[in-house]
């Protein structure tokens, strides 16, 4: 929210009609002041561990072994995104938006068709049927991973851009959301649809879909982060580097060569990894809150 | 209401099978894999009751590990929590660039826990790190921190709480957004210092968001920070950040003992379902505060 400006502060001697506004008591004018300071410094330590990896990311391997370390900027940035991404992970970098961006794409037409449903309908099994579904949102892949590896083997998705995408196309987030944002809609539109002979589906994509953009983008938004950020199952099931992930990649980075860590080069890899995500978020922030408020992310 | 008797079928049938099939049947499956000691990849199966999970609950490495994932996990949720009220709470106030703040406050939630793992990883490295070079510079010790048991652990739980402090605080932020102004100055006027204010009306109002945060959190800790774990330390040294979710990926994917690692992973859904459950009872609550 940003405050309107106000008049200026009075002068000692100035009385409050000529305009002006009463000056803060000093107590007042300190506690905002360590509001500032506070803010700052959780700020600065916040942001500490990357602004040291992009330190990081700009040095050579000598610098980067020399001790005293040295903190400022080396001239390396260019030679270490080359090496990092040599090193297969500028193809991990174009995977992982795929496979991202397929999830995203599948999971909002999933949860659109079943929100739609949920909230349009009545049918026997409902209540059952979003019991199903909702029971879903809080169990990670963590518990079944043994099994859902199994899985993989035997209906040869092993090493596959399916094995990464079909296993979280389905959201009980997104379905909850869209349940929400449905049943926020005035019943009035549906009806007058109806009463101008517009079928559900109709309804469903030339109405319904061209007013919820905002509830989409919330969506994509949370779950593209999260999709890019998958590491153990991509881990276990993609066997090879032109399939991988760019989060294993950063494992991949980290690997010693010669018993030496190239840590510049690492540092790039993992600026490469988290600036798509970053981007994603600064670019549609408004969009992570509403995500958020709306439904319990997962 | 639409009335048609087939089409609400077809619409949830697409989300319906990929429940069923990589949700709900793995889920069965793996409880079914738990009670049988299978070799060979999962080509012989021999059916052995509760055999797996008397192995699991008469191995002190397991005990240890369950220990040292409840020390990490109470570590995780409860300074996380406390840390990120804390600067919500800062956030919160009029001043000036406050949306600035907030921005600057939450950007890590867009960080994996692979790359809070890397830079972690980065400041807290022995010779390049800056960590020890200012500990070494001030204080003059350099501690050893993948090598001593203690540490360790640490350094994986402050990675894990530096990761979700901007998740935590989007949430506490958007529910102090939502107290209602005229309690807070009704309290002002009843005469209630700026710190009772906060524990009397501010904290018991975002009971629900603290609840529905303790739980989320308990699932990152548990389930999410494998990757800081796998990055920095891969469970060591020794066994000191074992974590269950490690320990289970080291048995079924390390040592390929599918029925152990099924055992585990039964165990860890038990656990789930039951944070689930209290999870839903919460979010009943919520609707009462007409929230």
Known sequence: MVRKAKARFCRRTETRHTGCRPRPPMTRRLKVLAIHLALIMSILSIAIPVIYAIIGSTQTTAEAYRYPPKLTPGNALFDNFRKAWNLGLGRMLGNTFLVATGVVIGKVFLSVLAGFAFVYFRFPGKDLIFFLVLVTLMFPLEVRIVSLFDLMQRLQLGNTYYALMLPFMASAT???????????????????????????????????????????????????VYAW?????????????????????????????????????????????????????????????????????? | MYKNKLLPYLLLLPALTVLILFLYYPQVEVFILSLHRVALLGVRKVFVGFANYQKIFSSPKYY??????????????????????????????????????????????????????????????PVAGLVNY??????????????????????????????????????????????????????????????????????????????????????????????????????????????????????????????????????????????????????????????
């Open chain 1, 174 to 224: 997104g379905t909850f959301l869209f349940r929400q944002h449905f049943r926020s809609i005035p019943r009035e539109l549906v009806d007058a649809a109806r009463v101008d002979g517009a079928g559900p589906l109709r309804f469903l994509f030339q109405i319904l879909l061209p007013i919820s953009w905002n509830t989409v983008g919330a969506l994509a938004a949370v779950m593209f």
């Open chain 2, 64 to 125: 240890h590990s369950l220990e040292i994932t409840l020390i990490f996990v109470a570590a995780v949720v409860l300074i996380g929590l406390a840390v990120s009220l804390g600067l919500a709470v800062l956030a919160n106030q009029k001043i000036r660039g406050a949306r600035f703040y907030r921005t600057a406050l939450i950007w890590p939630y867009a960080l994996s826990p692979a790359a809070a793992g890397t830079v972690w990883f980065f400041l807290f490295t």
């Open chain 1, 229 to 298: 950020n998958q590491y153990l199952w991509p881990l276990l099931v993609i066997t090879t580097k032109d399939k991988q992930m760019i989060q294993v990649g950063l494992k991949m980075a980290l690997q010693a060569e010669a018993g030496e860590l190239d840590w510049g080069m690492a540092m790039a890899a993992t600026l490469m990894s988290i600036l798509p995500p970053l981007f994603v978020f600064f670019l549609l922030q408004e969009q992570f809150m509403r995500g958020f408020s709306l439904g319990t992310e997962k």
């Open chain 2, 134 to 291: 200012v500990l070494d510079s001030t204080i003059g010790i350099r501690p050893d921190w993948f090598g001593d048991k203690v540490l360790a652990l640490a350094l994986v739980t402050g990675a894990a709480i530096w990761k979700n402090l901007g998740y935590n605080v989007i949430f506490y932020l958007a529910a102090l957004q939502n107290v209602p102004k005229e309690l807070l100055e009704a309290a002002q006027v009843d005469g209630a210092g700026a710190f009772r204010r906060f524990w009397k009306v501010t904290f018991p109002l975002l009971g629900p968001t603290t609840f529905f945060l303790l739980t989320m959190n308990m699932i990152y800790a548990f389930f999410e920070t494998f990757p800081i774990i796998d990055i920095m330390t891969r469970g060591g040294p020794g066994e000191a950040t074992n974590t269950l979710i490690y320990n289970l990926y080291r048995d079924a994917f390390r040592f390929f003992k599918t029925g152990v690692a099924s055992a585990q992973s039964v165990i860890l859904f038990l656990f789930v379902l039951i944070l689930t459950f209290l999870q839903f009872r919460t979010v009943e609550r919520r609707v009462h505060y007409g929230a």
